[in-house]
């Protein structure tokens, strides 16, 4: 951690400043210019709070070194996680492909999807019965119904289940569930974050709406601070100021974030566009640059889909996109997950 | 709602479309050219799920022209709401000015700070016990113990109390807090709105990290639809490219809104900004732009916050900040609220 | 300046590292610590190219602490610049507002509206005759016929003209112009802004559509750099996410840049809101935080306006504006401009 | 088009304003329903000025159904534009690999990054002879010089020239060049746009710090419009709140852009990133993508560059990426071009 000093800084506050620091054990060291006078922090900064050292009179800013995040950081744990989920291997040399619908709507709609997508090469079957809509006036999901539908599809398919969670008071109702999803809109609900991180369980955890890498990061950390080391990262776009799709996809953050932690990545071309024929494009892009899983919406009848059927694919669609998938990733060395 | 349909969608196809449309108890008119065809859908289109539209094959993008939200929605309420806190009225001819730490830290902190904001003219009292922080490893609140310290500096000092809720499982402990804030990572948690919804209480509702106006009033439309009318809007701020404030304040939004919404709108230039010299200018701005309250932080020794502290103002300076707000305020005609 | 080295670092790279520093007459002060090794440049950094040094193979990162702009800054011209236009103050004690159309259409239109906006209070003419428009297909304005309508303009009111140039090549047509402008997609067309520090004349340059202000001050240092130190910078917006207006206008920029530059600062509500009826909030608002000159779109006939009309005003509605700018001017201690 | 009336609009009102409409040379259809009337434009509305309809008193507000691009629109020209660089051909089915440095620094450092990247299986050579600096201090190219060295370059090698042009005045420099590159700042300068559509050579222009791609798309018409067809747009990362690269880089828009227009999209992952270590994971999703050239920054010596040495490669990083680069393009069936 780097703290710049106001010019007007004198000695007796500098050293003030200084011994005030040892409270966070570690070594500060000052260096003195004409026109500016600098402390470098050496040491363990994570628990240094940035916000209570920019407060100071005399300091004009702070800027970290290190990342703030410790159980997340691959500078700590080089080797990749690699998270079971009923058998099957999220984070190593196997993709995943989480397909199925937007939203559970009846049971025949999910176990019809989720026999198709099997059918096409999915390994997991994603489904929402919790729906954070922007509408109080739209649907919001099936709730306990809809992951028991979720249950009896994976009873016919084998395919494990990944459903959202959208807070706290549910969380008895996934006990069953596979991996469990926290979207976008709870990236940084911190209260569910840390409930989720007593669990044993899987967590896929979306990037925010304009939720920043190491904020992203960070989020994980709340999980796996709690105990929970397995966190699945995904990237589904952010808001930016183009309104030509939903979101903008950014691809590079798959590359980066795996450099910067050992938590397996994945991405949801689906959500980030929202238009559905840039699903294939962008689902081999992703694989092209490393992800180890995709989370793709397809229903059976996009045309009345409850929820974003703009962006899902028919099983048809998706059959095609598996297969340019399946090429894509074998060339890349690491194939689809099979049975 | 307009909906544009593509070059390919024949006779039947449009039909079919308009035939379905009929469900949502809207009527249809087709408006056919040589290059395209439109269909405007005339009457309440709030319960037309644009999604599901937009979904259809023939389809090409769908528009909406009447605002989503009809509680919130200024056209069908042309009155101000004016909201009773305790005697204090906010949305209607007396600007509230509502300050006080950013964290509860003590009680003595706390009612220091109280009974410093009260002489200088603040007319309620924020303090937060429950703190949504980026990092695990920050100070989290006091929790309870902060709501309870909060309680004594109102008896101590008259001073309504604002306070945010992160969890709907903490609701009860927000029984006798007079205004409950809902913080800007909250901003789309739907579950927590709906719940406050079905309270009795002010909601203080603050705009998302990256949330748009429209976003913002469906929020309160959540917790309108539920039967609780009480929502006050907070501008805090927007994330943008530009890193030279913490967030960048979309001052705008208050004209906007007031055209827009009958629901009253508050300021916090302490967040919005990060930078406690900013909070004065932005403050004299948003009351000259017809803001209904502001939210400020203030603390008795902001080198030893524990969160925030750059942004706070010492009592001596809110006291200097609170002169010209006063005089301000009495000029644009809705002076500082008064005992 | 701040070097953050990795650590893999070793002792004769790093002293490599610090005599390649020497060459830009700057003092180096290596901090070691058991995790991180930083290296502190002492001395005036402003030459330093910070890229070079990031390119160095152990460099891990480098933070920039002293402003990359000289002649613009604050700190070493602690004195406002105030600028003489025709006897005009623009950056001192009082407020000039210059108003006019989008686009000098015709000489009537032009003359008319000049008249009617020196009647209601305005101080200087602003009037496109170079327009940026985002379609070939769009009118283009007049070119340098506009420039002499708006010469007659200013013989018929007296009030200085504005108004933008687009490109080097046409830089002979201003010569007898009072304030030449840069638009947003020009912020940083570096050759422009080295011609037009060849000059002796004020210039008014305008933030880029999604500038920083620190970019904004480098452009203004580019100009200055060459000689020119009249440079009015403008705040007119910024592209954001939120399409609720047209650009988010930065309105905490005006007391941010003052307290970094000492140049003037104005804000333009027409372009930055798009909305008429926003124009005159943003006006009082951007007053009452401290600006110096306000720039305001009038149009004599805004339904049949060539370009912007959505965000221009009448005669008569600037009228209204322009009273309670005068009151809001007189309140805050920076009255408008009068002969 | 489609206008949506106020509530208050008349039957007088409307039908001056489908009067006034006829100029444009549409068709207008009236849908009146109890709460909303809509105007639907049915023909080429490319011409129609949307914001001096939109300033209209009656109009609510205006949405425009059609893409108002006609020569980059693929509707009206279904195949692909391919074009011939010197006998290369760039939007056909080969991949185009322009590599070399950013800047132009030396004749030696130019051939020999030339001579490296041929041999590692580059298919053309850039570099940067006027470069758009933020910092007036900073290096600013060689210019004319640069030009000449760059044809040096091509003359040892046989690469065709890439090089970007700053400003009209310097167009004659360019005549021997084999694509004129138009830079992000410039994406928007549109005097330069219309000179460059009177030349008959490629122009590769680059999207704008924050341009959506209907802009990027409308800056292409300037170019066109003026009858140069040999227009290659650029992906090279937008600006948006993330820190962690330099831009966002927008894959997406490469399958988004092939589906809007026939012309050539090229991708810059070293700007878009600024980061080397990104630089081939993003290729190849870019080429995965669908992308029909890559623009790659390759320095003999990165650490000794005078301008984005972080993001540059070294040969050999660069020879080891084309590998991946070449296998991949041959995967996705548009194989690196060869001699």
């Given at each position: 951690m780097v703290i710049v000093l106001k010019d007007s800084a004198n000695k007796k506050q500098i050293e003030e400043l200084m011994e005030w620091l040892t409270r966070f054990d570690v070594k500060s060291n000052l260096v003195e210019g004409v026109h500016s006078k600098i402390i470098g922090l050496i040491g363990d900064?994570?628990?240094?709070?940035i916000e209570s050292v920019q407060a100071k009179e005399i300091v004009d800013t702070v800027k970290r070194v290190q990342e703030p995040y410790k159980n997340a950081n691959r500078r700590f744990h080089p080797l990749d996680t690699v998270i079971d989920v009923r058998g099957r291997k999220l984070g190593g040399d196997r993709l995943q492909v989480i397909a199925g619908p937007c939203s559970v709507e009846t049971e025949e709609q999910t176990i019809k999807t989720a026999i198709a997508v099997k059918e096409a090469g999915a390994t997991m079957l994603r489904g929402g019965a919790f729906k954070p809509r922007t509408s109080p006036y739209a649907f919001q999901g099936l709730g306990k119904e809809g992951i028991d539908i979720l249950k009896k599809a994976r009873s016919e398919t084998g395919l494990p289940i990944v459903t959202e969670i959208?807070?706290?008071?549910?969380?008895?109702?996934?006990?069953?569930?596979?991996i469990i999803q926290v979207g976008a809109r709870n990236s940084q609900n911190f209260t569910l974050l840390k409930a989720l991180g007593r669990l044993n369980k899987p967590i896929l955890l979306k990037r925010g709406l304009s939720g920043t890498l190491q904020e992203l990061l960070m989020s994980a950390e709340y999980i796996m601070s709690e105990g929970n080391s397995q966190v699945i990262l995904c990237e589904r776009g952010i808001r930016t100021y183009e309104t030509a799709t939903r979101n903008t996809l950014d691809l590079a953050s798959v590359p980066l974030l795996k450099q910067k932690t050992h938590l397996p990545v994945t991405v949801d071309p689906s959500h980030a566009t929202?238009?559905?024929?840039?699903v294939e494009p962008c689902s081999l892009g992703a694989v092209a640059m490393g992800c180890h899983a995709l989370e793709i919406e397809v229903h059976i009848d996009p045309e009345h889909a409850w929820s974003d059927g703009a962006q899902s694919l028919t099983p048809e669609k998706f059959k095609a996109v598996m297969n340019k998938i399946r090429a894509m990733a074998e060339f890349c060395g690491r194939p689809v997950d099979a049975d």
């Open positions: 900064t994570t628990a240094v709070d959208m807070d706290v008071s549910d969380i008895d109702l996934f006990d069953d569930v596979d929202g238009i559905a024929s840039l």
